[in-house]
């Protein structure tokens, strides 16, 4: 189930890639779900949990992947928080849709 609350709520993670930069762990790069959302958003191809092969970039780490790309990795992978979607393009929506069908998800959206 996907519940959204616009404007401003309190404890929600605004800033997804310094979050993302802090928190997230190598094994979330591998997952299935992952590399299908790395393939579709960022043309990429996971190669191992710290090496992803862009087209444009090169090989980078997964630090260097799009914003909205990150934040459905925290969406998928953090329960703890609730995430600001806002960084979220509109390529993000049907995978916001998919993770809701897997799992209960609460996401934000700001002005």
Same mark, same amino acid.
């Given at each position: 189930m996907l519940?959204?609350?616009f404007g401003d709520m309190k404890d929600?993670?605004?800033n997804t890639s310094v979050y993302f930069k802090n928190q997230y762990e190598d094994e979330w790069i591998i997952q299935p779900l992952v590399k299908e959302i790395i393939k579709d958003i960022d043309k990429s191809e996971v190669l191992d949990?710290?090496?992803i092969d862009s087209p444009v970039l090169?090989?980078?780490?997964p630090l260097q992947l799009a914003g909205?790309?990150?934040t459905l990795i925290l969406m998928? !992978?953090?329960d703890s928080r609730?995430? !600001?979607a806002s960084t979220c393009g509109d390529n993000c929506a049907k995978w916001i849709l998919k993770i809701a069908e897997e799992k209960d998800l609460?996401?934000?959206f700001i002005n």
């Amino acid at each position: 189930m996907l519940k959204i609350y616009f404007g401003d709520m309190k404890d929600s993670i605004y800033n997804t890639s310094v979050y993302f930069k802090n928190q997230y762990e190598d094994e979330w790069i591998i997952q299935p779900l992952v590399k299908e959302i790395i393939k579709d958003i960022d043309k990429s191809e996971v190669l191992d949990s710290n090496l992803i092969d862009s087209p444009v970039l090169g090989k980078i780490s997964p630090l260097q992947l799009a914003g909205g790309t990150k934040t459905l990795i925290l969406m998928i !992978n953090d329960d703890s928080r609730v995430f !600001n979607a806002s960084t979220c393009g509109d390529n993000c929506a049907k995978w916001i849709l998919k993770i809701a069908e897997e799992k209960d998800l609460i996401i934000n959206f700001i002005n």
